[in-house]
């Protein structure tokens, strides 16, 4: 059996999280391309001088294709987020299908990291109310010691059985099995603005928004940096949004 270094057992010691983390890496996005797109319709290739115009001037276009719903010209940029999230944040992530390409690391190809979620003590811990209509409030002292300490000694007995696994020389894609879905993973995100608006008006939650929404918690603090990023980005498109209602057009 082969001694294992002092470095690999540190390396292997699971490590706990609350938060998540989002990077864009790439993307080419701005206002002037829902411009262009749209005054194609009316212009032909002449829309194309909208990308050297300052997009100011024509922001009341832009909020009248976000208020009437005229999607398409939304949909002509490009972002690409690494997000780092646990595991049941990427189940409920990748319902998103339209507008949207992922590519998340695979546990059949490489031995996953032990970094496991643990909520911190602003996440709210108790449910109230019946299916379809409760609320969610704060959680006793003696809860949230219970959460935390439970969840790390389920993390640390799952990553250790996966350990052993791989030790005997069992297939990672069988090993990672018993690994539980608050294991932090990775994936590159890849969306245009439209598709990402959809995303935000489901998940999360805003005092601007027309239609309510209850998302996880965990999966909101993932669209809330999204959002903060893309905000930057496209002031205007971003503002049309809010204007009305946080409704993807």
């Known amino acids: ?3 294992t270094s002092t470095e690999d057992a540190k390396a292997a010691k699971p490590t706990f999280r609350s938060d998540v983390t989002v990077e864009l890496v790439k993307h080419s996005a ?5 411009l262009w797109a749209a005054r194609v319709s009316t ?3 002449q829309s194309l001088e909208e990308i050297t115009k300052d997009p100011e001037r024509s922001k009341g276009l832009i909020n009248y294709l976000m208020r009437d719903r005229h999607g398409s010209p939304f949909e002509h940029n490009s972002m690409t987020f690494f997000i780092s ?3 049941f944040v990427f189940r409920e992530f990748m319902r998103h299908r339209v507008g949207w390409s992922y590519n998340e690391e695979s546990g059949r190809y490489r031995e996953l990291e ?3 979620y643990v909520p911190g003590e602003s996440r709210k811990l ?3 109310g019946r299916p379809g209509k409760y609320v969610f409030v704060e959680g006793t002292e003696a809860q949230h010691e219970l959460t935390g300490r439970v969840m790390e000694s389920t993390y640390r007995e799952a990553y250790e059985a996966y350990q052993e696994m791989l030790a005997a020389g069992v297939a990672r894609e069988v090993a990672r099995s018993v690994l539980p ?3 932090f993973s990775s994936m590159y995100a890849t969306c245009n603005a439209r598709s990402l608006m959809h995303f ?3 998940r999360t939650q805003h005092e601007l928004a027309a239609v309510p929404s209850f998302p996880q918690r965990e999966i909101e603090m993932v669209g809330e940096k999204m959002e903060a990023e893309w905000a930057k980005l496209m002031p205007l498109t971003y503002a049309a949004f809010n204007k009305n209602g946080r409704v993807a057009p």
């Open 1 to 3: 059996m082969t001694e």
């Open 30 to 34: 701005a206002d002037s391309d829902v």
């Open 43 to 45: 212009a032909g290739e």
């Open 85 to 87: 999230a646990p595991i």
């Open 114 to 116: 032990p970094v496991f």
């Open 126 to 128: 108790v449910q109230e």
């Open 181 to 183: 879905v608050g294991l």
């Open 200 to 202: 935000l008006g489901l």
